[in-house]
């Protein structure tokens, strides 16, 4: 974000009317942030526009009841745990629909930054920030609260303090959350990795070796592993972990099935192990979660 204006500017296109804090662009690191809060639900359909010449962190400092589609597809619905955040890239759009209260933190990282930095770091292959899943980490959440208090923690010294933690903020993203920047497309693609995902859809309920998954494709597991993880931006275990809680949401939404039919139905080894599954990605379990849905249905 280029000003304050441009930084506002943003906020109206994605629905929000009024910021509780607005900070940035600042001086050093050209960061900027936002915060706003809501008290209750709006079930307007908003649109997130792309951010271009930023990465954008989207902070929950309190649980959100959203809906999110990508296009037309519907990606989530449920509840968002407080203290999880995700990065989006420049280029990310979309749309969702609050149906509960909200404190959020918008956080946007030139990406001139982030490329400098990471250039910094001596290796001979490029890393950019991917797009991430909503996760919990107290480094950034950390940060991010610092910046917040900037102006209670060093008074006139506030925009340098922020610019610093801005710094911070980007190093350790870089390094817990960056991923090779490939100018090349991966060599898995076409019909062998449809093959690949549309097995990992009508296995969800069995193991998927990471050797199964390299024999449909005629590749060896190491091999395999780095190609898919090009193509798709998760590993294999990761995404097929992933497709599983998916699939899983699905189910508690239906109200009838017991959690632990669930877990099984979806390859877990016990209802705990679901159970601990689905609370470290969405950040709520299994039960809550389904409540929490049912009670916004």
């Known amino acids: 974000m280029e000003s304050v204006e441009e930084l506002e500017r943003w906020f109206r296109m994605a629905g929000v009317d009024s910021l509780?804090?607005?900070?940035?662009?600042?001086?050093?690191?050209?960061?900027?942030?936002?915060r706003w809060t809501s008290d209750g639900p709006e079930h307007a359909i908003r649109s997130v526009s792309p951010h271009p010449g930023t990465y954008r962190l989207a902070l929950m400092m309190e649980p959100l009841d959203a809906r999110i589609w990508q296009g037309n597809t519907p990606?989530?619905?449920?509840?968002?745990?407080?203290?999880?955040?995700?990065?989006?890239?420049?280029?990310?759009?979309?749309r969702w629909s609050q149906l509960s209260g909200c404190d959020i933190v918008n956080v946007f990282l030139p990406v001139p930054l982030v490329d400098r930095l990471a250039a910094q770091r001596g290796e001979q292959i490029d890393a950019t920030l991917a797009a991430s899943q909503f996760t919990s980490d107290g480094m950034v959440f950390d940060l991010v609260r610092k910046m917040l208090d900037a102006q209670a923690l060093a008074g006139p010294l506030a925009a340098e303090m922020c610019d610093h933690l801005a710094m911070a903020l980007a190093c350790y993203l870089i390094e817990h959350y960056s991923r090779p920047a490939q100018s090349a497309e991966s060599s898995l693609g076409g019909a062998r990795l449809r093959r690949v995902l549309l097995h990992i859809t009508e296995h969800l309920d069995t193991p998927l070796a990471n050797a199964e998954l390299a024999a449909l494709c005629g590749m060896s597991a190491a091999h395999f592993s780095r190609e898919?993880?090009?193509?798709?931006?998760?590993?294999?275990?990761?995404?097929?972990?992933?497709?599983?809680?998916?699939?899983a949401c699905v189910a508690l939404a239906g109200r009838e099935a017991r959690i632990v039919d669930i877990a099984e139905e979806f390859g877990f080894h016990s209802a705990s192990h679901f159970t601990r599954a689905f609370?470290?990605?969405?950040?709520?379990?299994?039960a809550a979660w389904r409540a929490g849905r049912c009670n916004n249905c």
Request: proline residues 11%; charged residues 15%; hydrophobic residues 35%.
């Open 279 to 286: 609370t470290a990605h969405y950040g709520l379990a299994p």
């Open 20 to 34: 509780h804090a607005c900070i940035g662009p600042l001086p050093g690191s050209r960061a900027a942030l936002g």
């Open 75 to 94: 990606v989530w619905g449920g509840t968002i745990g407080a203290n999880r955040f995700r990065l989006c890239p420049p280029g990310e759009q979309g």
């Open 228 to 247: 898919f993880h090009r193509a798709v931006g998760l590993p294999p275990h990761r995404y097929v972990l992933t497709r599983r809680l998916e699939q």
